[in-house]
């Protein structure tokens, strides 16, 4: 069985522990790999790595810097088939749907960050006739990036190309449930000829790998996005140490459709604003609220589109919908539908596992569910499910609705379906949300701030956003 391993200094090492995880193949519920669960000394090894690239990595021009983050995004360009196999296998999502959005959105990534810092610009603020100051960005230092399992390769990327671009050097661990993309991109790096100890690759589980990042005192920043949960236990563990913190967390994002929208744009989105990825992100819109006047046809039309969506194993070029990616999150989220029918809700369409044949009989399939007749303000209707789970309510008035969709702990994201200028901006303006698509879903501009408010997280990402995360002001003032 293949052991994956942590890549230090600029090479693959085995983890000290000695111990390894299990991971599986979601498509057939069989392990395939093994995990290094990785220690204090691991982590402490790759501190001190970093300790010794920060001088050389820091004191680069942005030019050089930006030169081999390039040559990462065109490395992963050129492994983009091994590692779209390698991201689907990992984590159950249909192979056409990492093909069109993960890897080529980690590619995005590192190239976005390398040009970005070579316009990345400092303030200044002149006093008349008593002096100038100006505020000088530098690196933070040594920076932690803990991502989840989701959108694997996409979000590690996400985290770790502005953290070097600024001149940090990154210890990144990505979740143990799909490490492999991560575990490729050391390789990569390397390649592109980025120095030993910049980037270092440390795998294991939350508790021991992931706690002991966020408790390391020379690790001056944490860019954490997973669960709320684990939000909460890494601020209130991080806090006393100061560190910058920025956490991306759960989501309960509504769809608000007004029944003078748009119909067949607004129906075609709403399919994969429900479901895509298997529900599991953390945009996906999970209540949907209808107009009471097209409620009828929105539930006829949905339901039986619904219905057609193709569940089946990752490589089936006609999957819309793969594995879910775990057994206890497959678990978890029949969970969900078992207390949505208990708070009196009905399944109108999904609801149950799918056992397709051999070898993928064991794999972790879910229909696509819609249920109804729920309370806006019941468990099913308030706490994230991050499955291919939606509610459907209706409602009559836009106060109403408003009400309903801030009614929830999260405020990630929302989406508004109408075709009346007014009432966009007076919706976008009242929802407590940190990002509002109006008309569309998921249409994304890397410059844009991008982040939640209340339980949905801490700090934005994205643009200039996560550069000024990952560098630390200072204001010099100069006298005339
Ligand atoms: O998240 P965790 P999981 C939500 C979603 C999902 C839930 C749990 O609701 O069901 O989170 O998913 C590491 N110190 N989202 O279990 O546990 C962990 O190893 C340091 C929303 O994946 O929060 C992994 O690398 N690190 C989300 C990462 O944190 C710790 C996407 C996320 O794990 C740690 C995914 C600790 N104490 C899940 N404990 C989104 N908003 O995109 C765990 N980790």
């Not at 100038?132 to 996409?154: A, E, H, M, Q």
């Not at 989501?251 to 529900?279: A, E, H, V, W, Y």
């Amino acid at each position: 069985m293949e052991k994956l391993q942590n890549f230090i200094n600029g090479a693959y090492c085995r983890t000290k522990s000695g111990k390894y995880i299990d991971n599986y193949d979601p498509s057939t519920g069989a392990v395939y790999s093994l995990i290094p669960d990785s220690n204090a000394e691991d982590v402490e090894d790759a501190v001190k790595a970093a300790e010794v690239a920060f001088p050389i990595w820091s004191s680069m021009s942005n030019e050089e810097r930006s030169a081999i983050l390039v040559r990462v995004a065109e490395g992963i360009e050129k492994r983009m088939e091994e590692l779209v196999k390698a991201e689907s296998k990992d984590n159950g999502k249909p192979l056409k749907l990492a093909a069109a959005v993960d890897i080529p959105r980690a590619v995005s990534n590192f190239h976005f960050f390398a040009t970005a810092i070579l316009h990345f610009a400092s303030e200044s603020h002149h006093m008349e006739g008593v002096g100038i100051n100006y505020t000088l960005r530098k690196p933070i230092g040594i920076v932690g990036c803990i991502s989840p399992w989701n959108l694997p390769l996409y979000l590690f990327t996400w985290k770790i190309a502005p953290a070097l671009a600024a001149g940090n050097c990154v210890i990144a661990k990505p979740s143990e449930i799909t490490p492999y993309t991560a575990f490729l991109l050391g390789q990569i790096a390397k390649d592109a000829g980025m120095p030993d100890g910049v980037l270092n690759i440390i795998h294991g589980s939350g508790a021991s790998a992931g706690d002991t990042i966020v408790k390391h005192p020379k690790i001056k920043a944490i860019s954490f996005t997973g669960g709320t949960k684990t939000g909460a236990y890494i601020a209130q563990t991080a806090a006393p140490m100061f560190k910058k913190l920025s956490l991306e967390l759960g989501g309960k994002n509504p769809t608000i459709i007004f029944d003078d929208c748009n119909f067949d744009d607004m129906l075609k989105t709403t399919l994969r604003s429900s479901f895509s990825n298997q529900g599991q992100i953390c945009l996906c819109g999970s209540r949907l609220f209808v107009q009471r006047g097209i409620y009828e046809r929105f539930k006829t039309a949905f339901t039986e589109k619904v219905e057609k969506i193709k569940v089946s194993y990752p490589t089936d070029p006609e999957a819309i919908m793969g594995a879910l990616v775990s057994e206890p999150h497959l678990n978890k989220v029949l969970s969900y539908i078992d207390l949505a029918q208990e708070e009196g809700g009905k399944v109108i369409a999904g609801g149950k596992r799918v056992h397709l044949d051999a070898p993928h009989d064991n794999g972790y399939y879910l229909r696509p569910t819609v249920i109804e007749g729920l309370s806006f303000d019941c468990r099913t209707n308030q706490e994230e499910i991050f499955g291919p789970v939606v509610t459907l309510t209706p409602f009559d008035t836009e106060e109403e609705v408003l009400q309903m969709a801030n009614s929830t702990d999260y405020g990630l994201a929302a989406v508004v379906w109408t075709n009346d200028v007014k009432r966009t901006h007076r919706m976008a303006e009242q929802l407590e949300f940190g990002i509002v698509w109006v008309n569309s879903w998921l249409v994304r501009d890397l410059r844009t701030p991008f982040g939640g408010v209340k339980s949905s997280g801490v700090g934005r990402e994205g643009g200039w956003e996560a550069l000024r995360f990952f560098t630390e002001p200072k204001n010099v003032f100069v006298s005339y």
